[in-house]
């Protein structure tokens, strides 16, 4: 016994010692840490602190600011991190994640290889096992929040996995079963898939937004036209998955939401269509997934110009002050950097897609322990190599990435 606590306790001191030269250390965080140095961005637009100190305490972040305001408690370990920029984790609002408990343990570990540090699964659900997982805290692994099944009119061949209605009755019921599985959120797709199926209409998605805000639930719609926006809103609905898509908005538009200051867009910008440096994935990736995406990265001109009416939207609503969450659909880890750099395009400053990406997004998944840098919240941060202030894709050299105070390994992409 004497010579196995002999031996933990001399690789407890070179574990120690390594953690406090590399910020890349794989290491449960000790009592108190003082990150010093470093650029900070707190996460909700004010001014970036240049040589800041971020202290952590366990799982929490205890201050936060100017190295000069800082106080570091005796006995902390320092982690000089001098040129670095540190920011808040991002959040993915809108994602399709697996369907077993093994899927999502994967795909909640590669988001936080990404520094994505929660995800919200929205409305696909075919299994309970997103309803199982949430709550639970891994190592290395994001926070889970879902949707779980959404609402649409039956699409046979499509998918069974949303609740299919076809009266006010049975959206009504489809809410009362969301309601009790506690669900985050409520999905609701209003799209006739370019006229191959029927659409949910007024009568229908009143009643589920009715009947969900009687139940203490927020809706949110996946939405294609200006009309249907138009009806959603006049409804009364919470947000939307994707912001119009088939035409540029109108001032009637611009008045409905206005109208609705609680309003939240997740604008799920699609492909711009042009080439890109694609290479910054290259080391995270496998030569086949790596393959795929270089054959993929080609110029479109009809993408280019799908995504410049969304671009225009959301250019106008940004303008107008509504808040705007990052959300990427589908289940691809890294795609919250993409989205980023596709909001800086369509207008948006880097300040204000950060912003949407950590604290808006953290409201709108009701995290309120998670978003910014402050003193109580969660130590949830990406140290980055360069600031994301001057080039949104900075966002993508990440020197490490801390979940609850604990660095992730990221020596090998899950």
Do not use: C
Request: net charge neutral; hydrophobic share 45%; charged share 25%.
């Amino acid at each position: 016994m004497r010579e196995v606590s002999a031996i933990a306790l001399t690789a407890g001191l070179v574990l120690a010692a390594y953690a406090g030269s590399s910020v890349t250390a794989r290491a449960q965080a000790p009592a108190v840490t003082a990150f010093e140095g470093a650029r900070l961005i707190i996460g909700d637009g004010r001014p970036s602190i240049e040589n800041g100190a971020l202290v952590v305490e366990g799982t929490k972040i205890t201050q936060a600011g100017p190295a000069a305001d800082v106080r570091v408690p005796d006995g902390a370990r320092r982690v000089n991190l001098a040129g670095k920029t540190i920011m808040p984790t991002l959040i993915d609002t809108h994602t399709h994640l697996s369907q077993t408990r093994e899927g999502l343990i994967q795909d909640l570990k590669r988001r936080a290889y990404y520094g994505v540090s929660a995800a919200m699964s929205m409305g696909t659900s075919e299994t309970t096992a997103d309803l199982e997982m949430r709550g639970e805290i891994m190592p290395g692994m994001a926070r889970l929040f879902t949707a779980w099944r959404g609402i649409t009119r039956p699409e046979p061949g499509r998918s069974n996995a949303p609740f299919w209605v076809d009266s006010e009755q049975a959206a009504r019921k489809a809410v009362q079963e969301l309601a009790a599985r506690k669900v985050d959120i409520v999905k609701v797709w209003v799209d006739d898939r370019d006229g191959k199926y029927a659409k949910m209409t007024p009568a229908l998605y009143g009643a589920v937004i009715d009947e969900a805000h009687k139940n203490g639930l927020r809706v949110t719609a996946h939405i294609f036209t200006l009309e249907d926006a138009k009806g959603l809103l006049r409804a009364g609905v919470d947000a939307f998955a994707h912001s119009v898509r088939d035409r540029d908005v109108d001032d009637e538009f611009m008045t409905l939401v206005k109208q609705r200051p609680n309003l939240v867009v997740n604008p799920n910008l699609p492909d711009r269509g042009v080439k890109t440096d694609v290479s910054w994935l290259r080391a995270s990736l496998s030569p086949a997934e790596m393959q795929r995406v270089e054959a993929a990265n080609t110029d479109r001109p009809k993408a280019q110009e799908f995504y410049g009416i969304q671009a225009r939207n959301l250019a106008k609503l940004s303008a107008a002050g509504v808040r705007i969450v990052l959300g990427t659909d589908g289940n691809t880890p890294w795609a919250p950097h993409v989205e980023m750099a596709d909001m800086v395009a369509a207008g948006m400053t880097p300040a204000q897609v950060i912003v949407a990406s950590t604290k808006n997004a953290a409201e709108f998944l009701r995290m309120n322990d998670a978003g910014t840098l402050e003193a109580g919240k969660s130590a949830d941060f990406i140290v980055l190599d360069a600031n994301p202030l001057d080039d949104i894709t900075n966002t993508r050299r990440i020197s490490a990435v801390y979940l609850r105070g604990a660095a992730v390994d990221r020596t090998k992409a899950p």
